[in-house]
C-alpha cells in the first residue's frame, strides 16, 4: 500500500504493483477460507461469547469492502433499523467473517446499482433477541436451478462464474456452517438478471439498547438529498423523516436544481443541501463552484464522498471552501452530527449560503444552544473518525476553546510532550494505539516525572469518549487512569458537563493544595498523614521498593478521588463501602493513619446508608488523600 501510494510510480509500475497485491490477496483469501473450513469440518472451531458493539462490527465490515465498491461504480452502504441493541453478547469475529463473506460476495457480483446491508430486530424474550442481517444486491442474480447448489463445499453458480470472478467457492459454504454453528439460518432469495438477497438470524444477548437517533436543534428542518443512488437517497430521506426532519430527495444534479429553485421561489426554502459528489448532469462538485462563484460560505451544504476518490474529492471540497464532508459509508448518527456542525454557522452569526440557484433559510438554534465555561481551555481530541474530530472541534471552538487534533494514541503521547493542554477528550477504539493504552502510557509518564515537580504537580484530566457506554468499559476506562467519560455520537451538554468536572475538580484541588505547606503542617502533623518508617522495615531498607510504592499510590490516587466524588455524587454506597475498604488497605503500607480513620469511618457510614453522613465522609476522605498525596510527593522529592 505505501509503495502504490508512493507519488514516484509510472503507470506501468503502478499496474504491475496493484497485480501483485491483488494476487497476493487472493491467495491469502484461499489459504484462510481452506483452514477455516478445515476447522469446522473437524469440529475445532470454537466460538467466542464477549461482548461487542453492532454498530461497529456493521460498519467497519463494510467500510473494509467500501474501497472495492466505490471503484467499480457500486453505492455501498448499511441501514441498522431502530431497536437493534447497541451492545450485543456473542462472537464478533464470525460474525465479522459472515458479513465479510455475503458482502464481498455481493460486491463481486454486482457491476451497477447497489449492496445494501440491513440488521433489524426480529425477536425478544427476556435478555435474548434474534438480529435478522441481510446482504441485497442488484447483480447478475442467480438461476432458480443453481440456488440448491451456491452453498455447497468448492461449489459456484457455473464453470463460467469461476473464469470470470475467481474464488474458491468456499466463502458461501463457510458462511452457512458459521451460521448454524451460531445456531441460526441463513436464506438465499434471488432472480437471475435482478440480483440478489442473503439473509441470516442469530440469537445473541441483548447487553445494552440503543439510544434513539438524536435530531434534536435540526426538528423541522428542511433538507434536499441529492444522491445519485436512489435506494441510498430513499434511505436517507426516511432516516431523516424519523428524527423530525422534512426531506426532499433528487437523484440528478438537474432534479436538484428544480428543486432548490423551486423552494427559492416559494414560501418554503431548505435549509440544508446534501449531495453527492458523484452526482450527475450536473456533477456535484459542478454544482458546489457554481454556488461557490456566488458566495464562498458554504456552510449548509454538506458533500458525500465516495471512497475511491476520497482523497482527491477532499482537495477539491477544500478549494471550493467545501467545510462538511461526508465520507462513504457513514451511518445516520453520522449525518445529523454533521447537520448540526452546518447549523453552527447561523450561531455565528454568519450568512447562509446565497448562490444564484436557491437561497437555505437560516436555522434558528433551540434551548440546546451554546453554553461553557467562561475560561477557555486548551484541549487536546483524540480520534480517529475525521467526522467525529470536525464534530467535536467545531462544538469546542464555539463556546471559545482551542482544540488541538490526533489520530491515535501515539500522537497524543508526542503531542502532551511537546505542549500543554487542560483536558484530554481521549477515543477508545483508535488504530495504531487505542485511548486505553494511550492513557496508561500517559500516567505512567506522569507518575516517573511525579515527583521532580512536587506540590505543583498536576496529571491532566482525561475524559473518554466511547460509542457504547457499557458498565464494563466505563470501568475500563477508569482503570486505566481516565476521569470521566462521554458517549458518542457526542452530545455538547454532556460534553461541557464533563469538562466542567474534571477541571472544576483539578482548580479546586490546586487551590486547596496552595493552601498548606508541609512546612506549615510540622513534624508530627506530617508523621499523622504519612510515615514510611514500617515500609522500610517491611522491605529490609530497599528504599527503590518504597519509592516504587509511593509512585503506584500516586499515579493512581486521582482515579481513587474521581471514583469518590462520582459515587458521593450518585450516593452509590456500595462503591463508597468498597472504596473506603480499599484505601484502609492501600495507605496502611504509609502508616496513613488520618486517612486510615477516614477510610474506616466511610466504609461504617456505607454500610449505615447514611446520605448526609456519607457524602460529609468521602469528602473529609478526598481532603486526607489530597494531603498524604502532597506529602508523599515530598519524600520522594526529599529523597528518603
Known amino acids: 500500500d505505501l509503495l502504490l501510494d508512493s507519488p514516484g510510480l509510472v503507470g506501468e509500475q503502478r499496474e504491475y504493483l496493484q497485480t501483485v497485491r491483488s494476487s497476493a490477496e487472493a491467495l491469502l483469501t484461499i489459504i484462510n477460507d481452506i483452514l477455516d473450513f478445515s476447522r469446522i469440518e473437524a469440529g475445532h472451531l470454537r466460538l467466542e461469547n464477549i461482548d461487542f458493539s453492532t454498530t461497529s462490527v456493521v460498519a467497519e465490515t463494510c467500510r473494509s469492502l467500501a474501497l472495492r465498491a466505490s471503484q467499480k461504480g457500486v453505492e455501498l452502504f448499511h441501514d441498522i433499523a431502530p431497536g437493534v441493541p447497541a451492545v450485543l453478547r456473542g462472537d464478533p469475529t464470525r460474525l465479522r467473517q459472515i458479513l465479510t463473506n455475503l458482502i464481498g460476495n455481493a460486491v463481486k457480483f454486482t457491476d451497477r446499482g447497489e449492496v445494501e446491508v440491513g440488521v433489524r430486530c426480529v425477536g425478544r424474550q427476556g435478555g435474548r433477541v434474534n438480529i435478522a442481517f441481510s446482504v441485497r444486491d442488484t447483480g447478475c442474480g442467480i438461476a432458480a436451478d443453481k440456488l440448491e447448489t451456491v452453498f455447497g463445499a468448492f461449489a459456484q453458480a457455473d464453470n463460467s462464474t469461476t473464469r470470470k470472478y475467481g474464488g474458491t467457492g468456499l466463502g458461501l459454504a463457510i458462511s452457512r456452517d458459521l451460521v448454524e454453528l451460531m445456531h441460526g439460518q441463513i436464506e438465499l432469495e434471488s432472480v437471475e438478471g435482478q440480483g440478489s438477497t442473503f439473509s441470516f438470524t442469530l440469537p445473541f444477548d441483548a447487553v445494552a439498547d440503543a439510544s434513539p437517533c438524536d435530531g434534536s436543534g435540526l426538528v423541522g428542518a428542511r433538507v434536499l438529498v441529492a444522491a445519485c443512488n436512489r435506494a441510498l437517497g430513499v434511505l436517507l430521506c426516511r432516516r431523516l423523516e ?350 496513613a493513619r488520618r486517612a486510615m480513620e477516614a477510610a474506616r469511618s466511610l466504609e461504617d457510614l456505607a454500610a449505615a446508608r447514611d446520605p448526609q453522613a456519607a457524602t460529609s465522609q468521602a469528602q473529609a476522605l478526598i481532603s486526607e488523600l489530597k494531603l498524604l498525596a502532597q506529602v508523599l510527593r515530598g519524600e520522594l522529592a526529599g529523597g528518603g
Not at 310 to 334: H, M, V
Not at 336 to 364: H, I, K, M, N, Y
Open 242 to 591: 424519523e428524527v423530525g426532519l422534512r426531506v426532499q430527495l433528487a437523484c440528478s444534479g438537474d432534479e436538484a436544481i428544480a428543486a432548490l429553485v423551486s423552494a427559492r421561489d416559494g414560501v418554503d426554502p431548505f435549509h440544508f443541501l446534501l449531495m453527492d459528489a458523484d452526482l450527475p448532469d450536473p456533477g456535484g462538485f459542478a454544482l458546489a463552484r457554481r454556488f461557490a462563484d456566488a458566495d464562498p460560505r458554504l456552510d449548509r451544504l454538506v458533500m458525500m464522498l465516495a471512497s475511491h476518490s476520497q482523497r482527491n474529492d477532499a482537495a477539491r471540497c477544500a478549494e471550493l471552501g467545501l467545510t462538511y464532508q461526508l465520507a462513504k459509508p457513514f451511518s445516520i448518527d453520522d449525518l445529523l452530527d454533521v447537520l448540526r456542525l452546518a447549523r453552527s454557522a447561523q450561531a455565528r452569526g454568519e450568512e447562509v449560503v446565497a448562490a444564484p440557484a436557491f437561497e437555505l433559510a437560516p436555522v434558528t438554534l433551540g434551548e440546546d444552544g451554546d453554553q461553557g465555561r467562561a475560561v477557555p481551555l486548551r484541549i487536546l481530541v483524540v480520534e480517529d473518525n475525521p467526522v467525529n474530530q470536525t464534530v467535536a472541534q467545531r462544538l469546542l471552538e464555539r463556546v471559545g476553546h482551542a482544540v488541538v487534533l490526533a489520530n491515535n494514541g501515539e500522537e497524543a503521547i508526542e503531542a502532551l510532550e511537546r505542549d500543554h493542554f487542560d483536558v484530554v477528550l481521549m477515543d477508545v477504539q483508535m488504530p495504531v494505539m487505542g485511548g486505553i493504552e494511550a492513557t496508561q502510557a500517559i500516567r505512567a509518564r506522569e507518575a516517573r516525572h511525579s515527583w521532580v515537580v512536587q506540590g505543583g504537580w498536576k496529571p491532566i484530566p482525561i475524559i473518554a469518549m466511547t460509542a457504547h457506554a457499557m458498565q464494563g468499559d466505563r470501568k475500563r476506562c477508569l482503570d486505566a487512569g481516565m476521569d470521566d467519560y462521554v458517549s458518542k455520537p457526542i452530545d455538547i451538554k454532556a460534553l461541557l458537563a464533563a469538562i466542567d468536572r474534571v477541571t472544576r475538580s483539578s482548580e479546586a484541588e490546586a487551590e486547596f493544595e496552595s493552601d498548606i505547606s508541609l512546612l506549615e503542617l510540622g513534624e508530627e502533623g506530617r508523621r499523622q498523614i504519612a510515615s514510611l518508617q514500617d515500609a522500610r522495615e517491611m522491605f529490609d531498607g530497599d528504599e527503590v521498593v518504597v519509592q516504587q510504592l509511593i509512585e503506584v499510590f500516586l499515579r493512581d490516587h486521582e482515579r481513587t478521588i474521581a471514583d469518590l466524588q462520582r459515587a458521593a455524587t450518585n450516593l452509590d454506597y456500595k462503591l463508597l463501602g468498597d472504596i473506603g475498604h480499599s484505601v484502609k488497605g492501600a495507605v496502611g503500607l504509609f502508616s
